[in-house]
């Protein structure tokens, strides 16, 4: 409770603030129609007002949240106006990237740890990756593959699987790394296999890194997955529906659509955290 | 066919030589370190090139490099002005009010524990937001032309330098801080001499991911919107006209600006942390 209190007095400041920019940046509008009808409004008129508009500048809290509550449960999950609709699609798209991505990963950092010339030649250029704007190929992987005849799941998912595929060979070989030289000479007096170090020792001390790295790449999936429904001209997906909603103006519905992608992306990072806490606490590394 | 053939020849070959060079003494120098990564990645464009002039590929699924390279060449004033709408306007600005405001904050909230306990967790929690989304808000806000795109840019690249900001503030150990308090040094003097630089690591761990960030914000916000220049712009309409020579020119520009930011960072660091352990080496 006492953690707690902070986040909550610093949310609610936050929820303050964004009734009071609702007023600020609707009421023109409101003066405007008002002039126009040839009538004069008051404050206590203005502010009300500013918070109930179909297309405001800025919707207010309870206006977005009536929307996600709309197209969570005011619908049924199978119609186009359905958030869980649009939200399952980008997230079909973004696991099943995150699938590939990560498993990829995984075994190209085995193989830079096990092969010095892969390292050597491989490592610079994964790191180099991370400081390159990887997102601007999004739209030509979606209309290159749409044009060869693949489309709906797996373009996206492609774009989602190279995002989060370097943070995890970056992550993985710095913790396939990590045991330290007494550890391994251990292993080798042993005589243990260069197998059977990764089965034994490399794997299991790697953890902490692995999921360090699954939480940028389950993050970086999504935007992926957002960002790759947009150029095929807005079909379906939280990015399409953030598309749509800014060609014609429905700023509720992309504050909704945003909100949503949120709490995607904060529910898939907290899903991973808490696999890492179970695993981590089985592992005997974290009380 | 010889293209295939030759290509997979020449992919055999280097391969033998790096797996050499691995092995050799080499590798103990830094400009030897160098050979390796960048005869992979020439082995790559080669093998690129190959299989894309061997197997007939159409350029408009995947042009060959050198297609990409001619089209950079006789293009430099295009590439040069989305470069200038996008990275310096756009980006740059972005960043530095971004940053700017991250760290101020950052030095404010320092001395309330509260507001610390209260703004980290919400920081945190929205560094790891698909925060690209409001690209869509602030065009429809600030306009077509580069403000929205500093917009964009300010509110991605807020919150990762802030978490680190504040994290690096608390970076100076007790013992340390102790001393400054036996020294008489106020809460300023205290900050600006021991805890501002012991946060120096932290701060720039935050702005070399904001680099990233900045140009992925400047780019994507394009797609929605923006005056008819601008890298984003540019990929976003020559993709429609299957024009893939132009969007990897593009690309290529991205791709170098975002390096050489993310190196100019890297290298103001080194200059400003040159005590810290991980500069060392």
């Known amino acids: 409770m006492r953690r707690a209190a902070p986040v909550l007095a610093v949310l609610g400041v936050i929820v303050a603030l964004w009734y009071g920019a609702t007023v600020w940046m609707n009421a023109p509008w409101v003066r405007d129609q008002a002039a126009r009808s040839g009538t004069t409004v008051t404050l206590a008129q203005i502010v009300p007002q500013t918070m109930a508009q179909e297309r405001p500048v800025l919707p207010a809290p309870h206006q977005v949240a009536a929307e996600v509550w709309k197209g969570v449960a005011g619908q049924a999950v199978t119609s186009r106006r359905s958030l869980v609709y649009h939200g399952w699609i980008t997230l079909s798209a973004t696991l099943l990237g995150f699938a590939i991505g990560t498993g990829m990963g995984i075994l190209l950092a085995v193989g830079i740890v096990h092969n010095r010339a892969m390292d050597l030649s491989v490592m610079p250029w994964a790191i180099a990756s991370q400081t390159i704007p990887i997102l601007a190929i999004a739209p030509m992987i979606i209309v290159v593959l749409n044009s060869v005849g693949v489309q709906g799941l797996v373009p996206k998912a492609i774009i989602s699987a190279y995002l989060s595929f370097f943070p995890v060979v970056v992550g993985m070989v710095k913790g396939l790394r990590s045991p330290d030289a007494m550890q391994i000479d251990l292993l080798r007096t042993y005589g243990a296999s260069a197998g059977q170090v990764l089965g034994k020792l490399r794997w299991p001390a790697s953890m902490p890194y692995l999921f360090a790295s699954l939480k940028v790449g389950i993050a970086a999936s999504l935007v992926g997955a957002i960002v790759g429904e947009m150029p095929t001209g807005a079909v379906a997906g939280l990015g399409a529906r953030l598309l749509s909603g800014s060609y014609y103006g429905q700023t509720v519905q992309i504050w909704a659509a945003l909100f949503m992608a949120a709490g995607l992306a904060a529910g898939l990072v907290a899903i991973v955290g808490a696999v890492e806490r179970a695993t981590l606490r089985r592992m005997g590394l974290r009380a | ?281």
């Open chain 2, 1 to 281: 066919m010889t293209w295939v053939v030759g290509t997979m020849v020449f992919w055999a070959a280097a391969w033998a030589v790096n797996i050499r060079l691995a092995a050799s003494g080499l590798m103990a120098h830094r400009a030897g370190r160098l050979v390796v990564p960048a005869l992979f990645g020439i082995t790559l464009l080669v093998i690129w090139e190959g299989l894309v002039r061997g197997l007939g590929v159409p350029a408009v699924i995947l042009p060959p490099p050198s297609a990409i390279a001619a089209r950079i060449a006789s293009s430099t004033d295009i590439l040069w002005a989305d470069f200038v709408q996008t990275f310096v306007k756009g980006a740059l600005s972005g960043y530095a009010i971004g940053c700017g405001a991250a760290l101020l904050t950052a030095v404010l909230i320092d001395r309330s524990a509260f507001l610390k306990a209260g703004l980290l967790p919400v920081g945190s929690f929205m560094a790891a937001l698909p925060v690209v989304g409001i690209a869509p808000i602030l065009v429809m806000w600030f306009g077509f032309d580069w403000q929205s795109k500093a917009a964009v840019v300010v509110v991605m690249v807020y919150f990762p330098v802030l978490v680190n900001a504040v994290a690096g503030l608390q970076a100076a150990e007790p013992m340390q801080r102790d001393l400054m308090a036996t020294w008489g040094a106020s809460h300023w003097q205290s900050l600006w001499k021991l805890r501002v630089p012991a946060a120096l690591p932290f701060v720039f761990n935050g702005l070399k991911i904001a680099t990233t960030l900045a140009l992925i914000g400047a780019i994507v916000a394009e797609f929605f919107g923006s005056p008819t220049v601008g890298m984003g712009f540019r990929i976003s309409t020559e993709v429609g006209r299957l024009a893939l020579d132009m969007v990897w020119a593009e690309i290529a520009v991205a791709a170098l600006a975002g390096s050489a930011f993310y190196g100019c960072i890297a290298l103001i660091e080194r200059r400003m942390t040159f005590w810290h352990p991980s500069q060392r080496g």
